[in-house]
């Protein structure tokens, strides 16, 4: 009898650990400011994101012939990025942002195979990419109005991409260099309407190109959309911080996603200055790097857990700075919202 009841005390012990610890791994500490984001495996709370690389490509045929349905050989791709993937893992990130648009390599089919064998949350987009001197814009991009562009991109985020029910997390656009034309400009307007429907945010490679930048600024102005619904790609190529810092403190997303081994010194001289200025809350750190590009060797993404973020602690950074720009940043700045405006 006594035996009786010690085995069942002890069965109520394991049975409400194994609920607390399933509950808590259902859910991670909600916090107050947590919004959605679609991954390929559908829908998570943004407090699940962990640490993000917010612009890599796990794989894509950038410089090849513009594609419908891009053709990957898939055994040698699984190969090469699985293996680099669960690495990173191990390294400490939890989710990729993949910036590999349509007709330029985008197959979510695979990213969501890649994401289970990987075990790392990968979201993908919808938009069209204006750089490249315009290679990758397809005919009916040129035919349509930006109303019909964003109904299709709209559609893909309500009923999903390519005949999947994968939603994009995000909207991936481009400006080629030098003065903005039509057809970049038209991208845009309908990637705004596009946000105004969904709350999806705008990823909108830049670079150097302030043009560019005054365009989009003043076309979420006058679609009324705020600025943190906006990340500025490629920001790094900016010599000159006094522009970005203006930006940033309006409240776009200063997106520095060049890093590599070989640049980490410059990161961290930047990444101070940013911090003198209060500014750390609106920078987002990436390599863009590739996984799979075109079937040739991995352009890493590794240097920021293996490289960066040591030299970032040991000159003086706090963890719960690095948790800024590496958790909390790309929570605020992916998260889906219409409210952005
Ligand atoms: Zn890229």
């Given at each position: 009898m006594f035996l009786d009841m010690k085995k069942r005390t002890l069965k109520y012990f394991i049975a409400v650990f194994l609920l607390s610890f399933y509950s808590y791994c259902q859910e991670?500490?909600?916090?107050?400011?947590s919004t959605i984001i679609h991954t390929v495996h559908g829908t998570i709370n943004s407090d699940s994101l962990g640490y993000v690389l917010s612009h890599e490509h796990i794989m894509s045929n950038f410089g090849a012939e513009p594609d419908n349905v891009a053709v990957y050989d898939e055994v040698e791709l699984f190969k090469q990025v699985i293996p680099y993937l669960k690495q990173l893992k191990l390294a400490g990130v939890h989710s990729i942002f993949d910036c590999?648009?349509?007709?330029f390599g985008r197959r979510v089919d695979l990213l969501k195979k890649i994401s289970d064998f990987s075990g790392i949350h990968i979201i993908t987009n919808t938009g069209i990419y204006g750089a490249a001197n315009d290679k990758y814009i397809p005919q009916m991009a040129y035919d349509a109005d930006a109303t019909s562009l964003s109904k299709i991109w709209t559609e893909e985020f309500q009923k999903g991409i390519d005949g999947t029910t994968i939603k994009p997390g995000f909207i991936k656009l481009a400006f080629d260099a030098g003065p903005p034309s039509e057809i970049d400009k038209k991208l845009f307007e309908a990637g705004v309407l596009t946000h105004l429907n969904t709350g999806l945010t705008l990823a909108v490679h830049?670079?150097?190109?302030p043009e560019a930048v005054r365009l989009q600024l003043a076309l979420l102005k006058k679609y009324d959309v705020d600025q943190s619904a906006w990340i500025w790609v490629h920001a790094n190529a900016v010599e000159n911080d006094a522009l970005l810092f203006e930006v940033a403190t309006k409240g776009a997303w200063i997106s520095l996603d060049g890093v590599k081994e070989t640049s980490v010194q410059d990161y961290l001289e930047r990444l101070k200055r940013f911090r003198e200025q209060g500014l750390l809350n609106k920078v987002l750190l990436s390599h863009d790097?590739?996984?799979?590009p075109r079937g040739g060797e991995i352009r890493k993404f590794d240097a920021i857990p293996q490289n960066l973020i040591p030299m970032l602690i040991s000159n003086g950074f706090t963890e719960k700075e690095v948790h800024q720009l590496m958790v909390e940043n790309p929570k605020k700045a992916f998260g889906i919202i219409k409210s952005k405006k």
């Open positions: 991670p500490n909600i916090s107050k400011d590999t648009t349509a007709y830049t670079g150097n190109n790097g590739n996984g799979f």
